[in-house]
């Protein structure tokens, strides 16, 4: 398929494959991280997870209209904005979430699924109530949209870089969080032996309720930002679940290190089958690896290591 | 009247061999029968029309992921009939509507289909959307003898006694919309792209033959699964393989995420670098897509909103002054207000609501107060109608640039392009 | 029923081992509601749904066995139960496809869909299910296999609990695609639709909807002797020792994932009985069944009902599919609100479902109100209606169905590993 084009095409359409998997890879580790919080950490499986998402994008939406109506001259910068509101409303939720039934719930990690489940429909219901069975299209500022040239046939897409950028930042942020503040201390605590960390003074429902929440208020984030690239309705959310789900499973559940390996790993296989094959068999294959490893490796490519 | 009583009788005989409580209820249903059709020489079938009022339904998805789709439909239907009402009524009887939710899940709305042709006995039936969801109503429609009229732009391949197509079938759509871009922008180069399901296949492949028929070239064809959101790949092999023309059947959420990645990627399509061509963004979809990731697009349809003729600026009105004036109106929508005044002008032609009567009055039957324009029911139950190209502006409009100048004739078993 | 007398006159012995007396009340009273009370009082429409929701209630059957007993949670039933009304879809699909009756296809005597999609010739993998006999084992076959490898590979590797949840879900997803993808082979998204007659015997007329209301009805029991023997032998009572500590089981020699297996085929091969049944009684089949909403709403149906009861499963089934016709055709909207709360109230207030709070309420309301009639009255007048009474609830209990059974992830010991 290559013979008819000259390297030099050649060399910038692989350049660019290898950004859209970046991009690819950027969105993976975004939808993740949450995820990776509340199922890794906790052992909590948020069906809800893409509804929280698309809250997010629901508030970004809000946002925009009122920038667009009130403060027409600051529409540039409602982005940055409408991400942190997303990121409180989302985190908002999600604690309240927490506290009205999740935290009944530690000892069933299935039960946590069917009712994480029903939330999600009744929040579909709500957005569907609220803003109406249609999609709704988020405006960008203009110096989000279009694309940089860096040659004559290599374009770099503005808002993947910026949400390379993002992704970035969260990363960064979740581990500095994490590992070296006195709180992720504490979180690592209770995931290792929650018994022990009640002894030594930790409020564990507090910290359950913080952490819950901080992986709902990231997937706000993510939600927001993807209002760049996706769709925003009240179903788009159930378009992410799976692919997140199995991008945590493969990473390791306990380990965010692995969840970035794994999402690198499946954008990159994804987005370069999606090259050679057609899209609908690239994606099954994708997933099909996905779960033939996982079953030859059921603990995933990291995995902390505990006695069982 | 042979129909309805070979079903109850069989019933009956049936009945009696189990219980007599239910024959008790046959002979209920029977005088029910009696009683609605005693004066009524226009229902000899049994059907839910009383001196005052006739009975339809209306069968979309209110609720589930097709809901965002079929509102449209809903709104237009109810608007036709509450139009007509408003002028008198079919045969001098109000249109009463039973309204059911197919609930975008196929066997709801087969159930669904049959409640409404067996316990309301109505006259007409107003819906689905997904070709999935008219293939599994179909049985039914053609078991129980109704009338479906049918609102979407489909795949064709379909010839149904029971069904009205009021949508265009995909060679109407396909073939105008692919002359044009050709005579007129000089397209010498394809890219078919679409969402991976039945009516997208189906019209990349007559659209394939018909480029290919031109003396053409296809440079490339891809699907992607319903609801995928990462097109970069298949955006890069665009750039790769420079086609003249994208040609999009993107549905859904997919859509959103399409368009908008195009536009990421530096492919602007105001500079018509490639052109892109698409026969599934209504004006409906723009609202998701908005209308600065659309701009600059083309999009070969029956009607656009801003179509301008005396029909449709009332139409648009009505259905503004009806349903806020945020409301934009796609073709399906528009397609589906024509159903209720095709089945009035067929009912009086017929001078009966007896489905066969209906039947036979529809072939020919013409509508000249569409807001398309003027159309006409084709002996094999589809509309001839006139295709349109729209470009697509920033408000999320389309501006008519181009329309045939005969009606296309539906041929939903296209001859050489199977 | 005609089974159960059987076997009582072969050996009274062991019918008392599987059934309690409670147990054998229960299936009676399920039998006299399945098969004689809702037949005389429905009409053959809404007794074709109740078939339908009966179908489910295979798959929530087989679920209490996996989920309930195992504590295997999968969310991919939805692929058993497809693959059981694909296998039948497709006998059926080519018997309405004779040569006669496609005769304007280009290619007569295939489905309409492989025509459309220009296949010629009829895939290899079509070909056995000209036969009727081939079907059948394939309908139970197809599924099990599968079941069988999907399962061999996960628990001879000890994935378990969340993990094996979330790679049957993601099973689920890679089918549909597949399916949806290869449109020629299977349908597409419309699926196989136009399901007319079995061995020329006409499905679709009202008698063959009552003979096909009883045959499900009587495979359905079948399934539940078949569950309540496995629930009452010793791999019952393995599975629940497993649940709570697989460990213990495990150091006792047995080999934990040969019973993991064994129950996940069973539940597979009921769910497949399911599919098969449905696509008689709806007359198609459809990818929207295969995929993750669908299974997921199959692990509610099982959760209603009380994920340790079978019957409760059945009565779990018809419940929340009933209500959720009669919510969807009356306040659509608040469809999705009663379904989310369903979910969240059974997980949180009811674990146990309808079957635990007929144990914790209704079972010793009854006993105490009959207490109170013997002692007013000293001789009962009909003695069949005094099995429960001499049945009394610890024993009748014995998995202790009031309460809340944690599968653990941390290992605190359940209060069923007793």
Avoid at chain 1, 103 to 123: E, H, K, M, N, V
Wanted: charged share 15%; glycine share 10%; with cysteine.
């Amino acid at each position: 398929m290559f013979s008819d084009y000259t390297s030099a095409e050649l060399l910038s359409i692989f350049a660019m494959q290898g950004f859209a998997g970046l991009i690819l890879f950027s969105v993976f580790v975004l939808m993740a991280l949450g995820l990776a919080i509340i199922f890794g950490q906790m052992g909590v499986i948020n069906m809800a997870h893409g509804e929280f998402m698309i809250l997010g994008a629901y508030v970004t939406y809000l946002i925009s209209n009122l920038f667009a109506t009130y403060l027409p001259s600051l529409f540039g910068i409602y982005f940055f904005i409408a991400m942190i509101i997303s990121f409180v409303a989302a985190g908002a939720l999600g604690a309240l979430v927490e506290w009205s039934f999740i935290r009944f719930l530690y000892q069933r990690p299935l039960d946590t699924l069917l009712a994480t489940w029903g939330l999600s429909l009744i929040l579909q219901q709500v957005y569907r109530s609220v803003f109406g069975a249609r999609e709704v299209g988020v405006t960008l500022p203009d110096w989000l949209m279009g694309s940089i040239p860096l040659t004559e046939t290599i374009e770099l897409p503005i808002n993947g870089m910026f949400v390379m950028g993002l992704t970035l930042t969260i990363a960064v942020a979740v581990y500095l969080l994490m590992y070296k503040s006195r709180w992720g201390c504490q979180v690592r605590a209770v995931v290792q032996n929650r018994p022990m960390a009640a002894a030594v003074g930790i409020n564990t429902a507090r910290i359950d309720r913080i952490t819950f929440a901080l992986g709902c208020g990231i997937a706000g984030v993510a939600g927001s930002a993807f209002t760049m690239i996706g769709s925003t309705g009240p179903t788009a959310g159930q378009l992410y679940i799976v692919d997140t789900f199995l991008v945590v499973v493969f990473g390791g559940a306990a380990s965010l290190l692995g969840t970035i390996a794994s999402a690198f790993t499946i954008s990159q296989a994804q987005s370069t089958m999606e090259f050679f094959l057609s899209g609908s068999m690239a994606k099954v294959l994708t997933l099909l690896t996905v779960v033939i490893i996982l079953m030859i490796r059921p603990q995933g490519l990291f995995a902390m290591k505990v006695r069982k | 009247m042979t129909m309805q009583l070979k079903v109850n009788q069989r019933r009956l005989a049936f009945v009696h061999k189990l219980s007599r409580r239910w024959l008790a209820k046959a002979g209920l249903a029977v005088c029910a029968g009696w009683i609605l059709g005693a004066s009524a020489e226009v229902n000899t079938t049994g059907l839910a029309v009383t001196d005052k009022e006739v009975t339809v339904g209306i069968l979309h998805s209110v609720t589930g992921t097709m809901a965002i789709s079929e509102t449209g439909s809903v709104q237009a239907e109810k608007l036709a009939i509450k139009q007509i009402n408003a002028a008198g009524g079919v045969l001098g009887r109000q249109i009463k509507f039973i309204q059911e939710d197919g609930a975008s899940d196929w066997p709801t709305f087969a159930e669904k289909s049959k409640k409404l042709l067996v316990n309301d006995k109505v006259a007409a039936v107003f819906g689905c959307w997904t070709s999935a969801s008219r293939k599994a109503v179909l049985p039914i429609f053609e078991q129980y003898n109704g009338m479906l009229y049918y609102p979407t732009f489909y795949e064709g391949l379909e010839q149904s006694p029971n069904v009205i197509y009021t949508g265009q079938e995909a060679t109407q759509q396909i073939l105008a919309g692919i002359d044009w871009v050709v005579k007129e922008k000089g397209a010498k180069t394809f890219y078919l792209l679409g969402s991976d399901y039945i009516w997208p296949r189906t019209s990349n492949k007559i659209a394939r033959k018909h480029i290919e028929k031109l003396g053409l070239k296809v440079v490339g064809e891809e699907y992607y699964p319903l609801g995928h959101t990462q097109f970069n790949s298949v955006i890069n092999k665009i750039k790769l393989t420079k086609p003249d023309v994208i040609y999009a059947i993107v549905v859904g959420g997919s859509n959103v995420a399409f368009y908008k990645q195009l536009k990421a990627a530096g492919i602007s399509l105001p500079k018509e670098k490639p052109l892109l061509l698409t026969i599934s963004v209504t004006e409906d979809e723009i609202l998701g897509i908005g209308g600065e990731n659309m701009e600059g697009a083309y999009a070969a349809m029956k009607y656009f909103q801003s179509l301008d003729n005396p029909n449709n600026k009332a139409f648009v009105e009505a259905f503004k002054a009806e349903y806020g004036n945020n409301i934009v109106i796609g073709d399906v929508t528009q397609a589906a207000y024509l159903g209720p005044w095709l089945w009035k002008a067929a009912v009086e032609k017929a001078g009966s609501f007896d489905i066969d009567k209906v039947r036979a009055a529809s072939p020919d039957i013409e509508l000249t107060t569409a807001p398309e324009g003027y159309v006409k029911i084709h002996p094999n139950h589809h509309l001839w109608s006139k295709t349109r190209i729209g470009h697509a502006l920033k408000d999320g409009q389309y501006k008519v640039v181009h329309e045939t100048a005969e009606l296309m004739e539906p041929d939903p078993f296209p001859k050489g392009y199977q | 029923m005609s089974l159960n007398t059987r076997s009582l006159k072969t050996s009274m012995h062991s019918i008392k081992t599987v059934f309690p007396k409670g147990d054998l009340f229960y299936l009676a009273v399920l039998a006299l509601f399945l098969g004689v009370l809702l037949p005389m009082t429905l009409d053959i429409f809404r007794l074709n749904m109740v078939g339908k929701y009966l179908t489910y209630a295979f798959v929530a059957v087989g679920l209490v066995l996996c989920w309930g007993y195992g504590g295997i949670l999968s969310l991919g039933q939805g692929v058993f139960f497809g693959l059981g009304g694909y296998c039948m879809a497709m006998f059926l699909k080519l018997e309405s496809s004779d040569p006669e009756s496609t005769k304007i296809q280009s290619t007569p005597g295939i489905p309409d869909f492989m025509d459309w999609n220009q296949i010629t010739e009829l895939p290899w993998f079509w070909e056995p299910f000209y036969s009727l006999p081939f079907t059948i084992i394939a309908i139970i076959a197809v599924p099990t296999i599968f079941a069988y490898i999907i399962a061999v590979a996960m628990f001879k590797r000890r994935v378990g609990g969340v993990y094996f949840a979330i790679i049957t879900q993601a099973i689920a997803s890679i089918l549909t695609i597949l399916i949806i993808g290869q449109q020629g082979y299977t349908g597409g998204v419309n699926g196989i639709t136009d399901l007319r007659t079995l061995l020329g015997w006409d499905i679709r007329t009202d008698s063959a909807k009552y003979v096909l209301y009883y045959v499900n009805f009587v495979c359905l029991m079948a399934c539940l002797l078949i569950a309540q023997f496995v629930r009452k032998s010793k791999l019952g009572r393995l599975l629940v020792a497993m649940r709570g500590r697989e460990d213990r089981v495990r150091f006792s020699g047995y080999d934990v994932s040969s019973f993991k297996i064994f129950v996940f085929c069973l539940g597979a091969a009921f769910s497949a009985i399911g599919g098969a049944m449905f696509t008689l009684q709806v007359g198609f089949m459809s990818p929207s069944f295969v995929g993750i909403v669908p299974s997921i709403e199959m692990v509610i149906f099982c959760a209603v009902g009380g994920r340790l009861s079978i019957f409760g499963a059945v009565y779990g089934a018809l419940l929340v599919n009933w209500a959720k016709t009669t919510f969807s055709e009356s306040f659509p909207e608040l469809w999705l609100f009663a379904m989310g709360a369903l979910f969240i109230g059974v997980v949180m207030a009811f674990p146990s479902g309808l079957a635990g709070i007929y144990k914790s309420h209704v079972e010793p309301f009854i006993l105490r109100s009959w207490q109170k009639l013997k002692q007013a009255k000293p001789q009962p007048p009909e003695p069949p209606t005094s099995v429960p009474e001499k049945a009394p609830p610890p024993k009748t209990t014995p998995q202790n169905a009031a309460q809340p059974h944690p599968i653990v992830l941390t290992g605190s010991i359940s209060p069923v590993g007793k």
